[in-house]
C-alpha cells in the first residue's frame, strides 16, 4: 500500500541523501586511491548502520508497516545488488579500469542509474495506480527469474550493450585512459576517454538488473518513496562492498539459490495480492478471489534473512570444506613425491658418483 508519509519528512529524506552522495562523491573525486579492507569495512558498516537507523526513523514518523516494508525492500535489493558486483568485476576487467579510478566509476555509475531508476519506479508506481493486473506479468517474471537462476541459466557475463555499441560509433574515443577524466587531448584533438564508455556501462547494466529487482520491491511495498529509498541504500554502500568482498564473491556460492527462493516467493506473493484485488474479468467473473491470502510483511523479512542467512552459511562451509580437501590432496601428491624419490636405487659401485 502508499503510505502517508509527511512530506516534510520524504522532501528531507531525500535531500539529506542527495547530499550525502554528493559530499561522497566529492571526497572519491578528490582522493581517487584503492581503500583498504578496514576502510572498506567502516564504511560498508556505516552505510548499513544508516539504513538501520533510517527504518527506526520510518518506524518513528509513519509506524510499523512502512518501516517493515523498507527493511524488507532494502534487504531484497541489497541481497540483489552483491549478486550484480559479479558482472561489475568484469566489467572493470574487461576495460582495464585502474585500480584507483575504481571508486570513481562505480559511484559515477550508481549515480546514473539511481536517476534511471528514479524515473523506472515513478512510472512503475503510475502504472500499478492504473492496472493493478500487472501484479501477474511482474509476478509471473520473477518465478521465471527464480527459475533461471536455480537452473544456471543466468550468466555472469559480460556483453555490450546497445548504449555502450552506440558511443563506440558515434563518440571519438581515445585509446588509453587520462587518470580520471573523461576528455583529453591526443595530438592536437580532443577526445573522450574509455572512463565514460565504462560510466554507461556500469550505469546502464544497474538499469538492467532494476528489471527483475524493481518488480521484486513492488512486490513488498507500492509506496515510491519506500521503494526509491531502499534503492538508493541498497546502492550507497555498493561501492565499498565491491572492495570488501573482493575474491569473497566467489565464495558465495549458493547466493544465486537464496536470490531464487527470495524472487519465487515475493513472485507467488505477487501473484496471490493480484487474485486477492483481482478484476480481470475473465478470471473468477472479475470479482477478488476470496481463498488467496494476503501474506504479511514479517514473513517476507523472515523469508529474505533466513534465505540469505541460510546460502551465507552454506556457502562458507562448502568453500571451507573444498579449501580443505585441496590442501589434504595437494599434501598427498607431494608425500608421493617424496616416496618416488626416496624409492629410486642410490648409485652404487665403480660408476657411483664421488668415487
Known sequence: MTHELPFWFEAA????????????????????????????GLWVAFYVGLAVVFGLIVLAVGGAAPAGEFYAGWLTEYSLSVDNLFVFVII??????PKQHQQMVLMVGIIIALVLRGAFILAGAAILEQFVWVFYLFGAFLIYTAIKLVAGDDEDEYKENVAIRMLRRVLPLSEKYDGGKVRTVVDGKKLFTPMLVVFVAI?????????????????LTKDPFIVFTANIFALMGLRQLYFLLGGLLERLVYLPIALAVILGFIGVKLILEALHTNTLPFLNGGEPVAWAPEIPIWLSLVVILGSIAIATVASLAKTHRTSVVSAQEAGQEDAQEVEEESAEPTPSGPEAPGR
Open 203 to 219: 550505469g546502464s547494466t544497474d538499469l538492467l538488473f532494476a528489471l527483475d529487482s524493481i518488480p521484486a520491491i513492488f512486490g
Open 13 to 40: 529524506s531525500l535531500a539529506a541523501l542527495i547530499v550525502l552522495l554528493a559530499v561522497d562523491l566529492a571526497i572519491v573525486g578528490r582522493r581517487p586511491h584503492v581503500p583498504s579492507m578496514k576502510e572498506s
Open 92 to 97: 572493470m576487467s574487461r576495460f582495464a579500469v
